[in-house]
């Protein structure tokens, strides 16, 4: 939708009857290693911090520490794009997989 007011113009994008915004998106899945121990199987957790961000707006390099069910404290470090996923942020909730030698975090 198009709403104009004065020579003001504003833009909603509007899918599956809400708005989207560029803020934390459940689905969201993030690709990098796990740092500080082997990781194999799939584990759901939380988010504890997420640290250290450095790159540009394209290619953002963080490490995440994630408190899971199962394998207690991990290191996630992940690569992502800002302006298509907001970094991970303490509180969320997540599930972690390996992928041949990759770990996968999605945001729940």
């Known amino acids: 939708m198009i709403l104009a007011v004065g020579s003001i113009v504003y833009l909603t994008v509007v899918l599956g009857g809400g708005t989207q915004n560029s803020s934390q998106t ?64 303490s509180g969320d909730m997540i599930r972690i997989s390996d992928d041949e030698g990759k770990a996968l975090v999605e945001r729940l």
């Open 26 to 89: 459940q689905g969201d899945i993030f690709v990098g290693t796990v740092l500080n121990k082997l990781f194999k199987g799939t584990d759901n957790g939380v988010v504890v911090a997420d640290l250290d961000c450095d790159g540009s707006m394209n290619a953002v390099t963080c490490r995440a520490i994630i408190n899971s069910e199962r394998s207690g404290r991990l290191e996630f470090r992940y690569t992502h794009n800002m302006e298509r996923q907001a970094c991970l942020s």
